[in-house]
């Protein structure tokens, strides 16, 4: 089945503690993003890639980094910098635009919710 | 930078009944598209509908339809027969389009809290 996973589903943070969110593909998808869910919020921008070993900062991304060594993963990590971390995190991917094609629409993987303890 | 508005943060009606999620945003960008998207309580965001800027003929998904008004930014959401399975929280969002086809990731609204009564 091709689609997109994020593990784990739910991660816990302590003070000062760096964690890592898993975000998988295998719609052979050259864009990745990741966004950030906040109660009776729409979704910000933290960090996006549109090539391997490229990365752009997105709205939010003090508190974060990211990596995409591989086209088919993108690792978030949230740093101790990042002071409100608790949220529900959506990675999503797609394709180059191709005007007309659908191909640049983006697909949304099933979210990891992180609580800090 | 862009930013999308939606005006109504919690709507109900009764199934069958259509219903209309409204969308405003503001760019002075001329390369765009413009999508909704649903979040039922799973949370997994779903694409509902997408709008190419550059066409002027509205886009329609079975009972899901769009009112694209360029001019007026607007872009409202149509859901006729609703059902049941319609309730969630819906997202308008907007995505410039960058020169090498790119795109610079969705600006999201809050959200409109659609609840289908039975």
């Known amino acids: 089945d091709g689609g997109i996973t994020q593990s784990p589903k739910y991660l816990f943070r302590k003070e000062g503690q760096n964690v890592t969110l898993s975000c998988e593909q295998n719609?052979?998808?050259?864009?990745m993003y990741w966004y950030r869910q906040d109660p009776g919020q729409g979704l910000r921008l933290i960090y996006y890639s549109q090539i391997v070993n490229d990365f752009q900062k997105g709205d939010i991304a003090e508190g974060y980094s990211v990596s995409r060594e591989k086209k088919e993963s993108f690792p978030l990590t949230v740093t101790s910098a990042q002071k409100n971390p608790t949220a529900f995190y959506l990675c999503?991917?797609?394709?180059?635009?191709?005007?007309?094609?659908?191909?640049?629409?983006?697909?949304f993987g099933p979210g990891t919710r992180l609580l800090v303890l | 930078a862009q930013t999308v508005t939606q005006s109504q943060p919690e709507m109900s009606v009764q199934e069958a009944e259509t219903v209309t999620l409204s969308c405003t945003y503001d760019?002075?960008?001329?390369?765009?598209?413009l999508f909704w998207y649903k979040q039922p309580p799973s949370r997994q965001m779903i694409l509902v509908i997408r709008q190419e800027a550059y066409k002027q003929q509205n886009a329609t998904e079975n009972r899901f339809s769009v009112n694209f008004q360029k001019a007026a930014k607007s872009f409202s959401l149509k859901i006729s027969d609703s059902q049941l399975g319609d309730t969630a929280m819906y997202f308008c969002?907007?995505?410039?389009?960058?020169?090498?086809?790119?795109?610079?990731?969705?600006?999201f609204g809050k959200g409109t809290h659609l609840i289908i009564q039975p």
């Open positions: 760019t002075s960008e001329n390369n765009y598209y």
């Open positions: 719609l052979n998808h050259d864009a």
């Open positions: 999503a991917s797609s394709s180059l635009w191709l005007a007309g094609t659908n191909q640049e629409t983006q697909y």
């Open positions: 969002a907007f995505m410039k389009l960058t020169a090498g086809g790119g795109a610079d990731g969705l600006t």
